[in-house]
């Protein structure tokens, strides 16, 4: 069953964040390829949400630069402090918190990404309201799974075709709210890029 209860999923990841990145050896080139499709530039202002380890935040501190800003957010404190262990907080400011109320000012961010986290939500759409709030107009927010959406709702238990990833679930609810469905990718990968109106 996924986790879905803000407490629970903090419970279920702090006994998982030591060494998380060892058990997915070969999902960074694919990670990487979804970080790009943010179109991430010099002097951005950049967000990892859900951040875990924050193992894209050294390729998002490369594309923005030394002028340009990288956050990683997460909320189970055990993955952050996972994150400075692997010197991520050199590339990254590192914050804890729950992505349905972030606190940062609105209009700051230029992309977003949020890898393997909506499903965890109690309520996705909350979150993707703050991430729109945060977002300046214009700016890209990629949600993403480097396992396809079947295999991902196989090893959580879920239905796939009721999945907030779902095709049709997550684009009504993008539209939804303030943003615009750009592309979407459910195969091997999933990666869905919105644009913030
Ligand atoms: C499957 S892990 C993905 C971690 C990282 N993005 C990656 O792909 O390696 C999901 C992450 O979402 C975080 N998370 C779950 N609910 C959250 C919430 N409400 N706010 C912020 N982070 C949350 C968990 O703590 C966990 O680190």
Redesign the pocket.
């Known amino acids: 069953m996924p986790?879905r209860d803000?407490a629970e999923?903090?419970e279920f990841?702090a006994s998982r964040?030591f060494g998380?990145?060892d058990r997915?050896p070969d999902?960074d080139p694919l990670?990487a390829s979804a970080v790009d499709e943010l179109r991430v530039a010099a002097g951005h202002v950049v967000l990892?949400?859900?951040?875990?380890?924050g193992?894209v935040l050294p390729q998002m501190r490369r594309l923005v630069g030394p002028s340009g800003k990288v956050v990683g957010?997460?909320?189970?404190p055990e993955?952050i402090a996972e994150a400075r262990r692997l010197g991520r907080d050199n590339d990254a400011s590192l914050f804890v918190?729950?992505?349905?109320n972030m606190g940062f000012p609105a209009a700051t961010f230029d992309a977003i990404l949020?890898?393997?986290?909506l499903p965890?939500?109690p309520d996705p759409s909350m979150?993707l309201l703050e991430l729109a709030r945060i977002s300046k107009p214009g700016a890209r927010l990629g949600l993403?799974h480097?396992i396809s959406r079947q295999a991902l709702c196989g090893r959580h238990g879920d239905d796939p075709d009721t999945s907030v990833i779902a095709p049709p679930i997550i684009e009504a609810l993008l539209t939804s709210l303030p943003w615009e469905l750009e592309s979407l990718h459910d195969g091997d990968q999933y990666l869905v890029i919105a644009r913030r109106l």
């Open positions: 986790v803000l999923s903090q990841f964040a998380w990145e997915f999902d990670f990892d949400a859900g951040c875990g380890t193992r957010f997460d909320a189970t993955m918190g729950d992505v349905a949020a890898a393997g986290l965890h939500l979150a993403f480097p």
